[in-house]
């Protein structure tokens, strides 16, 4: 069941793009909320709310507060759910909601969507976590400063792109020129029925250059061999190729990290590339000080990756320094990348890679 409670809206502590941070009152406590205003619309101090406090609960991380489900009553409107298209997005729950896909009839992007059958070699990157979108497109950017960037967003983490506060300081710094959710997430400039036709927009609409895919923030894992969403990177594989693109992967690679499992190569990239994947990528892999770089080339070799995959090796500082020029902050797991910097040099050294193939 859902964890519900009501609360009082204290302050209002940040407006960003689909996105209003809350300072809310639970049961005699301060706590924070989110709260969609595409899905609820906007908010006021002092208004009565309803909380979904599962996550905090749990003690979740990445979306450990509570989320606005509904408002009083008398401070919605209750007819304003009126808008473009008729795709739907969280099907079947309360939270349902029309979108204008560009696949639909309606949409000014339909005959685009219909022309356009391959990628026809464009790089992809394939990062499996939220936390290298930023490495990615840094880069991406350092290589080529003039490359068009589209995000696309599957559905396997945060369904919602305004939960990401990545997402916007990307598009700010012009890392990142377009965005696209895919699936049953939403919020993107472009919303898509599935990963297929998202790729496709991305290149028949936005014009990208360069395309990354990464799932949205709150990676899910158990500790299990196929209990986790980034497995999601195989298939993603899998759909690059099948649309005629260049299949670039981003590895998952630690030396901070204290768990076995992702000490070096992660096991996670491992299963995700190598029995997920049913077909061969590019994996990219950072120049890095000559102990790690044995250490994570015998785990490549090892694990069988090699056999499958081309393995190419490329710089990720320059788009380290370029993140840190345009004023980027980037982090994973409470880690910055002067803490464990191999995690952030290979989404950035993926980046590098991609923007040399689209040239």
């Not at 896909?101 to 339909?110: G, I, K, T, Y």
């Not at 090892?302 to 320094?321: D, M, N, R, Y």
Request: charged residues 20%; proline residues 5%.
């Amino acid at each position: 069941m859902i964890d519900l409670a009501l609360g009082q809206v204290k302050q209002i502590l940040e407006r960003r793009a689909g996105a209003v941070e809350l300072l809310v009152e639970v049961g005699g406590q301060a706590a924070t909320a989110i709260l969609y205003p595409s899905l609820l619309g906007d908010v006021e101090t002092g208004e009565t709310v309803v909380l979904n406090t599962t996550a905090v609960r749990l003690g979740l991380g990445t979306g450990g507060v509570h989320f606005v489900v509904a408002r009083s009553p008398d401070r919605m409107r209750l007819d304003s759910g009126h808008g473009p298209g008729h795709i739907i997005k969280q099907r079947y729950t309360p939270l349902q909601h029309r979108c204008l896909s560009v696949e639909e009839a309606d949409s000014p992007h339909r005959a685009a969507i219909e022309a356009c059958c391959s990628l026809e070699g464009m790089p992809v990157v394939l990062a499996p976590l939220h936390s290298m979108l930023g490495p990615a497109a840094a880069g991406i950017k350092a290589a080529a400063a003039e490359a068009c960037i589209a995000y696309v967003m599957p559905d396997c983490a945060a369904l919602p792109i305004a939960f990401s506060r990545l997402v916007p300081a990307l598009k700010r710094a012009g890392f990142v020129d377009a965005t696209i959710t895919t699936g049953q997430a939403f919020g993107g400039d472009l919303e898509a029925v599935n990963l297929f036709s998202g790729l496709i927009a991305a290149r028949a609409v936005s014009r990208a250059d360069v395309i990354i895919v990464a799932q949205g923030p709150g990676n899910v894992g158990t500790g299990t061999e196929y209990g986790f969403s980034a497995i999601a990177q195989g298939e993603w594989v899998n759909a690059v190729s099948a649309l005629g693109g260049d299949a670039i992967a981003v590895p998952r690679l630690s030396f901070a990290d204290q768990r076995e499992r992702h000490r070096g190569l992660s096991r996670q990239t491992v299963v995700a590339l190598g029995v997920a994947a049913q077909v061969g990528a590019t994996i990219v892999l950072p120049e890095l000080p000559t102990d790690q770089r044995k250490e994570i080339e015998a785990q490549v070799e090892s694990s069988g990756l090699a056999a499958k995959h081309e393995i190419v090796t490329a710089p990720g500082e320059p788009g380290l320094q370029e993140a840190e020029r345009r004023g980027i902050e980037l982090g994973s797991m409470g880690r910055a990348p002067r803490e464990d910097p191999v995690f952030f040099l290979a989404a950035a050294a993926a980046g590098a890679v991609a923007a040399e193939r689209a040239k």
